[in-house]
């Protein structure tokens, strides 16, 4: 499925995927409005602004681990961890060289990015929590 937006410029496009939902969305950098959903264009908040599922039990303050994500493409074009995420990031399960916090993690420029729900969080959903 895609949300997309015919009139966005190419070099102004940011596209990410969601996976293992497959849901794309696209908007074009600098537009979304802030939703106070962590950082301001972080995973988190592109997530809640399209209406995918992504856990954050903090509500975004870098406190709880559970918007974790695995970055599967698009990783130069992203904000760098600072020391509070990577401490975060050193006691969640699952963690990978590719592990980032989406509420932590912002998207700086247009391009494709590809990110991934661990299996436990996807538990999460699958378990009752809404999935949109
Ligand atoms: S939502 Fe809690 S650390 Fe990201």
Not at 2 to 19: C, E, G, N, Y
Not at 47 to 67: N, Q
Not at 111 to 116: D, L, S, W
Request: charged share 25%.
């Amino acid at each position: 499925m895609s949300d997309s937006a015919s009139s966005i410029p190419q070099d102004k496009l940011v596209r990410v995927t969601f996976l293992p939902e497959g849901r794309t969305v696209e908007f074009e950098l600098g537009t979304l409005p802030y939703g106070h959903h962590g950082k301001a264009m972080s995973f988190l908040d592109v997530a809640e602004h399209f209406g995918v599922f992504l856990d954050h039990a903090c509500g975004g303050a870098c406190a709880c681990s559970t918007c974790h994500l695995w970055i599967k493409e698009g990783a130069d074009g992203l904000s760098e961890a600072d020391d509070d995420e990577l401490d975060r990031l050193d006691n969640v399960a699952d963690q990978q060289l590719n592990s980032r916090l989406g509420c932590q993690t912002v998207i700086t420029r247009p391009g494709n990015y590809v990110v991934e729900i661990p299996k436990w969080n996807r538990n999460i959903v699958s378990e009752g929590k809404p999935l949109q």
